[in-house]
């Protein structure tokens, strides 16, 4: 009996455990999805990407605004052997700014270069950055400005990222 009757009380309980779950998740979901920023210009896939670069820059006290900036974006095949990433702009021109992704790149790259593509071309679409090959002791690149064309040798990845976004972003730099 005991059982018996603890039983819809048990229900209760897992329902209502249940329910408040949810509403919490759907609060969180909703909480993300409203801070979430847009670009109504850009392919969606580098919207984490140019979000991330408006965060990074404010955290060095550069105030980039993309979508203000009418800074475009897509990803479709570029037809020049190894390049991955095109800055189009018209100069002097407000609002003229397309960052291009190559397809085939995009398809076969990790996070961390995808970044560093639209970076590197934001650079340019942006922040009006020309290229910039010089190379530290170790004959590592010392900009994500790099040509690619130079003799200085890549080495962005998740631990040297935070010194070359320091480069980016340096107005000594620009
Ligand atoms: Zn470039």
């Known amino acids: 009996m ?6 819809p009380l048990y229900f209760l309980l897992l329902s209502s455990f249940l329910f408040y ?3 919490e998740k759907d609060d969180v979901f909703v909480e993300v999805e409203s801070d979430l920023r847009t670009f109504p210009e850009v392919d969606e896939r580098l919207w984490p990407f140019f979000e991330s670069f408006e965060l990074e820059a404010a955290e060095r006290g550069v ?3 993309l ?15 190894h390049v991955a990433g095109r800055c189009s702009y018209i100069p002097n021109i407000i609002s003229s700014g397309n960052v291009t ?5 995009w398809d076969n ?27 530290d002791a170790q004959g ?8 690619g064309l130079g003799t200085c040798r ?18 000594d730099s620009f």
């Open 101 to 105: 992704v190559d397809t085939e790149f």
């Open 154 to 171: 890549d080495n962005y990845t998740s631990l040297s990222r935070k010194q070359y976004i320091d480069e980016l972003f340096d107005p």
């Open 2 to 7: 005991v059982r018996i009757d603890n039983l």
């Open 63 to 65: 105030e980039v605004d």
């Open 109 to 135: 790259s990790s996070s961390i270069f995808k970044e560093f593509i639209v970076f590197h071309e934001l650079g340019h679409c942006y922040l009006n950055r020309d290229h910039r090959e010089d190379a």
């Open 67 to 81: 979508r203000e900036a009418g800074i475009s974006g897509e990803i479709r095949p570029i037809a020049e052997e």
């Open 140 to 147: 590592a690149c010392i900009s994500l400005m790099r040509s």
């Open 21 to 23: 779950f949810a509403c």
